[in-house]
């Protein structure tokens, strides 16, 4: 459903024509209900590729479409309304709790739905929040777990998590797992989520694309790519990670 045709983004900040790829040569397809963990090594290009496919940032090359229609026929913000991305640091608007959580329904002119917030604030650990606080007071971890549930609001077809539980705890990373893994079985939403926890991927995706060499080295089932990784970088990869691990 979500179709990338070799996509490619080149370094910011540089004349284009000139400038290396940040990442390239990525065509793959994304089909409905699908939960792809993203991981590799830092600066691979992970969070521009989400921030790509989310249409933050334009591709430089290449062809993206969802649902047989291409991005550039469809515009950012109507693609935005399907393809929903979750950032790393997540952003509070002005105002209280409650108008952050109205906000995306209101710009998208959807009807909010209170039951649906109420539940799933309950099930991210978020039940005994006051709505009326101003956004901007909230803990880091309150902060990512309401960009989340905004971002789930909108009910998109995608979501791009970008390393949503880097900032939680082990309890809210648990519960804002769970919290996926319900929305997943209810709603069948995709998911491409960038994590640097090996053990999350096995929790929560079945799918692995590893990045290396700026773009998509392997794509497996999670279980092969840990136990069998095809490349050299893969196995270097996993190898580095173990061995962190077992460090006092
Ligand atoms: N807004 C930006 N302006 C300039 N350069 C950027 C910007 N965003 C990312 N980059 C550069 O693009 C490259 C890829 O960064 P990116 O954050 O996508 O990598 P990553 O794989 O997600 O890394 P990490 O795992 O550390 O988050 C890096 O060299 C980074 O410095």
Redesign the pocket.
């Known amino acids: 459903m979500l179709e990338l045709q070799r996509l490619a983004k080149r370094?910011?900040?540089q004349e284009p024509s000139k400038s290396p790829y940040?990442f390239c040569n990525i065509t793959k397809t994304i089909e409905q209900a699908e939960r792809i963990a993203l991981i590799?090594a830092?600066?691979?290009?992970?969070?521009?590729?989400l921030r790509t496919i989310s249409l933050l940032n334009m591709p430089d090359e290449g062809e993206m479409s969802f649902d047989g229609v291409a991005f550039r026929e469809v515009g950012p913000r109507n693609w935005r309304k399907q393809i929903c991305y979750v950032a790393q640091q997540a952003v509070m608007l002005p105002g209280s709790v409650e108008a952050n959580l109205t906000i995306s329904s209101k710009l998208h002119g959807r009807s909010f739905d209170l039951k649906l917030a109420e539940r799933l604030l309950q099930t991210a650990g978020l039940s005994g929040l006051d709505l009326k606080k101003n956004a901007r007071d909230l803990s880091g971890g309150e902060m990512q777990r309401i960009a989340l549930i905004r971002a789930l609001l909108l009910r998109p077809k995608v979501l791009l998590l970008d390393?949503i539980t880097a900032s939680l705890d082990t309890v809210n990373t648990k519960a804002v797992e769970q919290l996926l893994a319900q929305w997943h079985a209810d709603e069948g939403t995709t998911m491409l989520w960038?994590t640097?926890e090996l053990e999350q991927v096995t929790r929560t995706c079945e799918r692995v694309w590893f990045?290396s060499g700026n773009t998509i080295m392997e794509d497996s089932l999670a279980t092969a790519f840990f136990t069998r990784p095809s490349t050299d970088a893969g196995r270097t990869f996993i190898g580095h990670h173990v061995s962190e691990e077992v460090q006092p």
């Open positions: 370094a910011f900040n940040t590799g830092s600066g691979q290009g992970k969070s521009t590729l390393e960038v640097h990045m």
